[in-house]
């Protein structure tokens, strides 16, 4: 009973959030990863285009609250996502149009689109900001928990509860449609498999006769989508605040190094080595121990192995001991 | 002469302007402008020489500065004797614990063959001196920040004079840049940037949260100043001369003698505010200076033609014997000192350290588009950058206001779209550096003042 009650314990508080928190970064991680495969530069705006994406979905939300429109027990906000889809691909493909075309026809170095993206990342701070305010947003509605931790006891007789929020099943399950769906994509239609070599050689891709203006424009539909919902799905599982979200560009680079920069399944799973390494590390075995050990060997301390506050710093430190020893990553990178 | 017209004349416009904000708004503000601007002018001079000479992306500005401004603290604090007592031994002898698993892994890296024997022997000693290391520091750091935690709570420094500091500072940022370096800079551009990026956000994080070295986000106030404190100044004689002087012509308007006297003691508090933002610029002018000659010389000089070589052609320059990856981590530790020296100077003249302002787009991307926007390889133009970005940086809420005024004057005051203009006036900040570094990029790529290659 002590062990089922133990594991009850991880499944709680490190399982199902890590998954979760896992999932969102694993999108974020994808888009940079198509952005640095196919349009070759680290895009610094990667949190705030999120933010972007995630406000247009909380415009949509309050004004479809305001009509009336509801999604039964589901959050309002999933209704909302394709229509900010709608203008996250607007946005992108202005921005394509006016900052980093130039700059991909006169054929700069990365390092100089990196720069570019840092312009980009201040405009957009600049507009979610001045459109939506600097301040926290709560846009969910609907169920919140799908099972709540006093039915989960009541219904097994254990001592430990197991509280899963709906918002977290709509995370993995949503993150897991897009993910199949993309990679089904890039594997098995033309366009995807065009993408592919367009990454893998540039010029040998333009002499098969791959129009580079139409791989372009799909990786910002793609990369809108990306950032729309993975966006959407953090700020339903915790809250819509723009600096929080470009702070969360940090863990989002982490993980697409982790798995191998420009490798959109390295990035999935880079997502979630970080989230697990995050949350593993930093949490409390106390009572887990109290569970599985006798009582004479009960720990004093709260047997932590890194104090919360250096959340952010284990996965910072995950990556650039990944970096100096593997630099192309985990799952080998460079190659979509 | 003609050559450096371009300079002058864009120095010239740079001063107008303060002037300018300091007839219309108040010398004060002129003076705080003035001097983050020479804060920042180090700053872009340290990226400079990384990026202008170098071409080394650092994104971990925002790490150097915060560690400068950890050094202000450890100099300049007192000591505070009873957390010594209290938690002193477990912490030094910690330290040498530390300093001896550091140097057991460096002979056994240097004296025994590549093996996976070695390896789980290096990664056992870590492990093992980690969990160590934490039984012996673990009480100690508990009965520091026991010490009276609303007030001290932490060890405090060496109690020395604050300028100080501007060296330690520099020796800080530079010890931490060499470690970087070492393990870092064979990386591409851009996997530099982002392992920078995280390692100055986890510098961050430690300064943060090792609360018994730097009072973490409990912020340390009140630090000693190189400058006279105003309070002072109001009862000094010569000073009240001084001020009496200088307004001669106005008081002189004045009649009543009450009035006179209430008219004066006014000057005389405003006088010593400016008086004490003119001694810090006064100071940090030396530093300024002093660097520009430094920098000046060394990029004419032919390490500074070696290190442009390396720039822009790392293979040529290798091929010609020079020492690509010997230099390039001697000039990313010079630069990162530089910017050490800056982040030391700013928590002088705040004359407080707080932790959780460290934000890395004041700090780290905001110097990246002072040093793109004046002009990367030419010292003088990323002094300029650094000028014209913080004024900017400072000035736009005003005329981000005067332009929301502008451009809704037929609108209602209580208008909604006016009202919620005018609440998201302090952003428009960030739109007009991003649309600065955009027009820039595009328009006039090597910066305001870009550089110039002579040959003599």
Same mark, same amino acid.
């Given at each position: ?95 394509? %149009? ?89 594997? %098995? ?148 | ?456």
């Amino acid at each position: 009973m002590d062990f089922i009650n133990a594991l009850i314990l991880l499944l709680n508080y490190i399982f199902v959030p890590a998954l979760a928190y896992g999932s969102q970064l694993a999108l974020g991680a994808i888009f940079v990863t198509l952005i640095y495969g196919i349009l070759r530069f680290a895009n610094f705006a990667t949190g705030d285009m999120m933010a972007f994406g995630t406000m247009f979905t909380v415009l949509f939300t309050w004004y479809f609250q305001s009509v009336g429109i509801s999604f039964g027990v589901l959050p309002t906000a999933l209704l909302a996502i394709p229509f900010a889809i709608v203008f996250m691909i607007g946005y992108m493909l202005v921005i394509d %149009k006016f900052v980093f075309k130039y700059y991909r026809v006169k054929k700069s170095p990365p390092v100089q689109l990196a720069m570019v993206s840092i312009g980009v990342m201040f405009v957009t701070q600049a507009v979610v900001r001045i459109i939506i305010g600097p301040s926290d947003r709560r846009f969910f509605d609907g169920e919140k928990f799908l099972i709540k931790a006093g039915e989960f006891k009541e219904m097994t007789g254990l001592n430990e509860g197991l509280a899963i929020k709906s918002t977290q099943v709509i995370t993995i399950i949503v993150t897991l449609i897009l993910v199949s769906s993309l990679f089904w994509f890039l594997n %098995k239609t033309k366009t995807g498999k065009s993408m592919r070599a367009y990454s893998d050689n540039e010029d040998l891709a333009l002499l098969s006769g791959i129009d580079p203006k139409k791989i372009v424009m799909i990786t910002w539909i793609i990369a809108a989508i990306l950032a729309t919902i993975g966006g959407t799905l953090y700020g339903l599982d915790k809250s819509f605040k723009p600096f929080t979200y470009f702070n969360n560009m940090l863990p989002i680079f982490a993980a697409a190094i982790v798995g191998g920069i420009g490798n959109p399944f390295g990035a999935f799973l880079g997502g979630y080595v970080i989230a697990f390494s995050e949350i593993l590390l930093t949490y409390a075995y106390r009572k887990f121990f109290m569970y599985v050990l006798p009582e004479s060997m009960e720990p004093d301390g709260l047997v932590q192995l890194l104090s919360t506050d250096y959340k952010f710093a284990v996965s910072f430190s995950i990556l650039v001991i990944v970096l100096l020893y593997r630099p192309s990553g985990i799952f080998k990178g460079k190659v979509l | 002469m003609r050559k450096y017209l371009n300079v002058i004349a864009a120095y010239s416009i740079m001063m107008g302007l303060i002037i300018l904000v300091g007839i219309f708004q108040s010398w004060n503000i002129a003076l705080s402008i003035f001097n983050l601007c020479l804060i920042s002018a180090v700053m872009t001079m340290g990226a400079n020489i990384q990026w202008g000479y170098a071409g080394l992306i650092n994104f971990g500005i925002m790490g150097f500065t915060a560690l400068g401004g950890l050094a202000a603290v450890l100099i300049s604090v007192d000591p505070v004797q009873e957390a010594w007592s209290a938690g002193g031994p477990n912490i030094l002898l910690s330290l040498f614990l530390l300093i001896g698993v550091i140097l057991a892994v460096k002979y056994i890296l240097k004296n025994y063959k590549k093996s996976k024997s070695r390896f789980y022997i290096v990664a056992a000693i870590i492990i093992l001196g980690i969990i160590i290391i934490r039984f012996i520091s673990e009480p100690g750091i508990e009965a520091i920040e026991e010490v009276n935690p609303a007030k001290t709570g932490f060890l405090g420094g060496l109690g020395l004079p604050i300028i100080f500091s501007w060296i330690v500072g520099a020796l800080f940022a530079g010890g931490l840049a060499f470690v970087i370096g070492k393990v870092a800079l064979g990386l591409r551009a851009d996997y530099l940037a982002i392992a920078t990026l995280l390692i100055s956000e986890i510098v961050i994080a430690i300064i943060k949260h090792e609360d018994w070295l730097t009072r973490g986000v409990k912020n340390v106030i009140g630090l000693k100043r190189p400058a006279p404190y105003e309070v002072n100044l109001q009862q000094t004689d010569w000073f009240i001369n001084i001020v009496e002087k200088f307004n001669f012509s106005k008081l002189n308007l004045i009649t009543d003698l009450t009035e006179r006297q209430a008219a004066l003691n006014q000057f005389v508090i405003e006088g010593s505010s400016i008086f004490v933002k003119l001694c810090y610029s006064g100071l940090f002018l030396i530093v300024v200076i002093i660097l520009l000659i430094l920098t000046q010389k060394a990029l004419y000089s032919p390490w500074g033609r070696m290190m442009r070589a390396i720039r822009d052609n790392e293979e040529a320059a290798n091929a010609m014997g020079k020492n690509v990856v010997k230099q390039h981590l001697l000039i990313f530790v010079l630069g990162s000192a530089i910017v050490g020296i800056a982040g030391a100077m700013l928590v002088t003249q705040d004359g407080l350290f707080t932790p959780g302002s460290y934000r890395p787009l004041r700090y780290t991307f905001l110097i990246w588009v002072m040093v793109i926007v004046g002009g990367s390889g030419n010292n003088f133009g990323a002094i300029l950058g650094g000028f014209v970005v913080w004024f900017l940086w400072i000035e736009a809420a005003p005329i981000g206001l005067y332009l929301v005024n502008l451009t809704t004057a037929g609108l209602d005051d209580t208008h909604f779209l006016k009202v919620h203009l005018i609440e998201s006036v302090p952003y428009f900040r960030f739109l007009m550096m991003g649309i600065g570094l955009l027009l820039i990029m595009r328009y006039r790529p090597k910066g305001i003042l870009p550089e110039k290659i002579e040959i003599k």
